[in-house]
């Protein structure tokens, strides 16, 4: 069992940054691509970020390209999303998801393609 632990959401006035972090319980994590998700009330669960499982490779979504940026350490098992220039309709909670094919080498903006996920956390930025 993966459990994935995200933290490090708040409430922001736009053109802030807030830096999320998903801490995973396995070592087998450096083999797993990793996504960022989010979820506004009423609206569905969208892509925001994901990166390969060894880093070097990142996808975005066109909505948080050039604000937002995704990265992984992978001794601390921990994957981190660097939000700037933060704007209100960024407000929802965020979800780290773990890809469930080992060692993936095509990119996925499916959450069906994700298998385990963190219980999420909120981000809330007012204008």
């Known amino acids: 069992q993966v459990q994935l632990v995200e933290s490090g959401g708040g409430l922001v006035q736009a053109g802030g940054s807030l830096r999320l972090s998903c801490a995973a319980s396995?070592?087998?994590?450096?083999?797993?691509?990793m996504g960022w998700f989010r979820q506004a009330p009423g609206k569905e669960r969208e892509f925001v970020a994901a990166i390969s499982w060894g880093g070097g490779r990142t996808y975005y979504a066109d909505s948080v390209k050039g604000r937002f940026t995704i990265s992984r350490d992978n001794a601390k098992n921990t994957v981190y999303l660097q939000m700037n220039s933060l704007k209100p309709e960024d407000t929802a909670v965020y979800y780290c998801?773990?890809?469930?094919?080992?060692?993936?080498?095509?990119?996925?903006?499916?959450?069906?393609?994700?298998?385990?996920w963190g219980q999420g956390t909120q981000v809330t930025v007012s204008s």
């Open positions: 998801a773990r890809r469930s094919l080992r060692e993936a080498t095509t990119r996925s903006s499916i959450p069906a393609d994700y298998d385990y």
């Open positions: 396995r070592r087998t994590f450096s083999s797993y691509a």
